[in-house]
Nanobody, 124 residues
Framework: QVQLVEFGGGLVQAGGSLRLSCAASGRTFSNYCMAWFRQAPGKEREFVAAISRSGGNTYYADSVKGRFTISRDNAKKTVFLQMNSLKPEDTAVYHC?????????????????WGQGTQVTVSS
């Protein structure tokens, strides 16, 4: 069992930066691929980025490639999302998720555990 808690959301102007963190409980954090998803009001949940168990491989949605960076610290059981050059369309609730499978995925239904989310609002 893994419990996930996100931190770091807030209000930022367009062009600014935020760093999200997701702290995990449990002893086997390094056994999970981790990802960030987001959901804007009235829209479907959207994949943002994923990272492999070791952190050696990453995968990004085209909409955030080159602006966002996912990373993890297995010793601290934490995954991060550094968000730069933020745009108003990045406004959403951001959720982290954990997948027991070995392969990176952009499909939400393949993730086993989810956090409650943190709000990110980008003003124009």
């Amino acid at each position: 069992q893994v419990q996930l808690v996100e931190f770091g959301g807030g209000l930022v102007q367009a062009g600014g930066s935020l760093r999200l963190s997701c702290a995990a409980s449990g002893r086997t954090f390094s056994n999970y691929c981790m990802a960030w998803f987001r959901q804007a009001p009235g829209k479907e949940r959207e994949f943002v980025a994923a990272i492999s168990r070791s952190g050696g491989n990453t995968y990004y949605a085209d909409s955030v490639k080159g602006r966002f960076t996912i990373s993890r610290d297995n010793a601290k059981k934490t995954v991060f999302l550094q968000m730069n050059s933020l745009k108003p369309e990045d406004t959403a609730v951001y959720h982290c998720a954990a997948d027991r499978g070995p392969l990176l995925s952009d499909r939400g239904d393949e993730y086993d555990y989810w956090g409650q989310g943190t709000q990110v609002t980008v003003s124009s």
